[in-house]
Nanobody, 121 residues
Framework: QVQLVESGGGLVQAGGSLRLSCAAS????????MGWYRQAPGKQRELVAS???????NYGDSVKGRCTISRDNAKNTVYVQLNSLKPEDTAVYYC???????????????WGQGTQVTVSS
């Protein structure tokens, strides 16, 4: 069983910052990319940021310049720092990991349960 445990969401004032963390645990052979997506009410899920095992990063257009993603491979943990938050950043943020388990020996996407981020104006 693989679990992605997210932390760090909550209520933040516009202009503030927050840091989300996600730790992958369970029977894992390897983790390729890890990242964060978000989904606001009535909208499609969109990329916030992702990072490969080698540290190559990719950012969603809506957060470029305000977002930094990092990863601790030894801890199977990914972090995302979001600055200059806006009310439109309000969404449920989901952790994602592309990983291989002994059971499948194939790459599959795993998702966390999501953490609510609300930015007040």
């Amino acid at each position: 069983q693989v679990q992605l445990v997210e932390s760090g969401g909550g209520l933040v004032q516009a202009g503030g910052s927050l840091r989300l963390s996600c730790a992958a645990s369970g029977s894992i052979i390897s983790i390729n990319s890890m990242g964060w997506y978000r989904q606001a009410p009535g909208k499609q899920r969109e990329l916030v940021a992702s990072i490969t095992g080698g540290g190559v990063t990719n950012y969603g257009d809506s957060v470029k310049g305000r977002c930094t993603i990092s990863r601790d491979n030894a801890k199977n943990t990914v972090y995302v720092q979001l600055n200059s938050l806006k009310p439109e950043d309000t969404a449920v943020y989901y952790c994602n990991a592309d990983l291989v388990t002994p059971m499948t020996m194939m790459r599959y996407d795993y998702w966390g349960q999501g953490t609510q981020v609300t930015v007040s104006s």
